[in-house]
C-alpha cells in the first residue's frame, strides 16, 4: 500500500512517501478502514519532531496522523456493531498517512458528511469538548478563547455558543468577521489585549480557554484576578512553569465516541462548521506539514491518500 513514512525525528524532509508497505491486518477489537481522508494535525509535525514523545511515544518506521474518515474493509476478532463497508471517522492506531489503517475508535459517518469534512472532525471536536468540559463553563459565563479562528477553536467557539456561553475570542484582523459568524466577539491578540477584552466584556471573563500558546498565561491569569483553576491550554509549552492545567490527550473512549457522533451529525446538518484551508494528495505530506507548523492556514489541511 501506499503510506508516508518516517524513520528519525526532525523536519519535513523525513518524510518519505513510499509505496509496497504491508497492510495491516486487524487485531482483537480493531477494524481495518480504507483511507479517503486524512486530516493534518499540528501534532504531526510536533511528534516528528519529537516533542510529544511523553503523549505519543514513537516506534520507528512510524506513519503519522491521527485521524481519519474512510470505509471499514475488514475486521478483527470480536468487533460488534460494525460491517465491512460501513463509512466511519475517527482516529486510527497505526497512522492515518496510508491508504489503510487500523482503529478501534471511529463512529458511523453520516450520509451527508463529506469525506473532507469528516476527516477534519475528530481531532478538533475531541479537543473542544474535552476542554469545554474541563473549565466547566455554562449559559451565561463569558470565556476567553485564545486562537479562536483556528481549527479546534473554531470548533469550541461553536459548541460553547451553542450552549449559551459568551465568547471573547483572540484571532488576527483579517479572522474577525469570520468569528463573528460563529457567534464570537473578535478581539486582537498581542500587546494591549488585556484592555481589549476588558472593553469586549466589561462584566468579565470566567475562563480561559487557550488553544493558541503564544504568551497568553499570563494575560489569561491577570485577566481572572490571579486565579488558575479555570485555565486550560493545549498549546502552551511554559504550563507548567504558570501552573496551568495542559491537557494533550483523549480520556474516555465511550464519551468521545457520544461527543463525536453529536457533532458529526451537527456537521451534516450544516450546525457545525468547520472551514477547510487546503486538500492535497498524500504525496504531498510534506508540504501539508510545512503549512500546519507556519500557522498561516485559515482552516483545516486534508490529505487524500
Wanted: without cysteine.
Amino acid at each position: 500500500m501506499e503510506a508516508i513514512v518516517y524513520e528519525e525525528f526532525g523536519g519535513p524532509d523525513v518524510l518519505r512517501h513510499e509505496t509496497g508497505i504491508e497492510v495491516p491486518e486487524p487485531g482483537r477489537g480493531e477494524v481495518r478502514v480504507k483511507v479517503a481522508a486524512v486530516g493534518v494535525n499540528p501534532v504531526d509535525h510536533k511528534r516528528r519532531y519529537g516533542w510529544v514523545e511523553e503523549f505519543y511515544p514513537t516506534t520507528f518506521p512510524a506513519v503519522p496522523g491521527l485521524e481519519f474518515a474512510g470505509t471499514v474493509d475488514a475486521l478483527g476478532p470480536g468487533v460488534t456493531g460494525v460491517e465491512v463497508g460501513d463509512e466511519v471517522l475517527g482516529w486510527t492506531k497505526t497512522g492515518a498517512y496510508a491508504q489503510y489503517a487500523l482503529a478501534d475508535l471511529f463512529v458511523p459517518k453520516p450520509a451527508g458528511l463529506s469525506w473532507e469534512q469528516a476527516a477534519s472532525l475528530p481531532v478538533a471536536g475531541e479537543t473542544a469538548q474535552r476542554v469545554l468540559d474541563l473549565l466547566g463553563v455554562t449559559s451565561g459565563e463569558t470565556l476567553l478563547l485564545h486562537g479562536a479562528a483556528g481549527v479546534v477553536g473554531s470548533v469550541a467557539v461553536q459548541l460553547a455558543v451553542a450552549a449559551g456561553v459568551t465568547v471573547i475570542g483572540t484571532a488576527s484582523e483579517p479572522n474577525h468577521a469570520y468569528l463573528r459568524s460563529l457567534g464570537a466577539i473578535p478581539v486582537t491578540y498581542g500587546e494591549g489585549l488585556a484592555d481589549r477584552v476588558r472593553a469586549a466584556a466589561p462584566q468579565g471573563v470566567d475562563a480561559v480557554f487557550d488553544a493558541a500558546g503564544h504568551d497568553t498565561l499570563s494575560v489569561s491569569i491577570e485577566l481572572l484576578g490571579g486565579a488558575k483553576e479555570r485555565i486550560v491550554t493545549i498549546a502552551a509549552t511554559d504550563a507548567e512553569e504558570h501552573g496551568i492545567v495542559f491537557s494533550g490527550v483523549i480520556e474516555g473512549p465511550d464519551q468521545v465516541r457520544d461527543w463525536i457522533t453529536s457533532q458529526a451529525r451537527l456537521a451534516a446538518e450544516g450546525r457545525l462548521q468547520v472551514r477547510l484551508a487546503e486538500t492535497l494528495p498524500l504525496k504531498e505530506a510534506s508540504r501539508a506539514q510545512e503549512l500546519s507548523e507556519s500557522g498561516h492556514a485559515r482552516g483545516k489541511l486534508i490529505l487524500l491518500p
